[in-house]
């Protein structure tokens, strides 16, 4: 499974209503610790057994970044059953992505 990029029009549909677990990367193209994470973060998404990943750019996105108060990138995210419960600022290691997914 790859890493699904996140929109306004597919947002509600791919975080919000998904089934399982959803680990969304607030990131920005500019940002060196984003750029960092990101094979962490494609390496999961291709791993990634019983939830999703999600990449969404705050800077093509930043209406959806303001509602969930993201202040810095990188910042990971854990969705279940369409709310915010867990949240990583910074570059993570992928051992604590995991365990923050598993939670």
């Excluded at 509600?12 to 920005?28: C, N």
């Excluded at 060196?32 to 996105?61: H, N, T, Y």
């Amino acid at each position: 499974m790859a890493v699904v990029k996140l929109t306004r029009e597919n947002f509600d549909r791919e975080v919000l209503q998904a089934g399982g677990p959803v680990l969304v990367d607030f990131w920005a193209s500019w940002c060196g610790p984003c750029r960092a994470l990101m094979p962490v973060i494609e390496e999961l998404g291709e791993e990634a057994q019983g939830f999703k990943v999600c990449k969404l750019d705050v800077d093509e996105e930043s209406e959806i970044a303001g509602q969930y108060h993201v202040m810095g990138v990188p910042t990971l995210m854990v969705f279940r059953d369409g709310k915010a419960e867990n949240r990583m600022v910074g570059v993570q290691k992928k051992s604590a992505i995991l365990e923050a997914v598993k939670f």
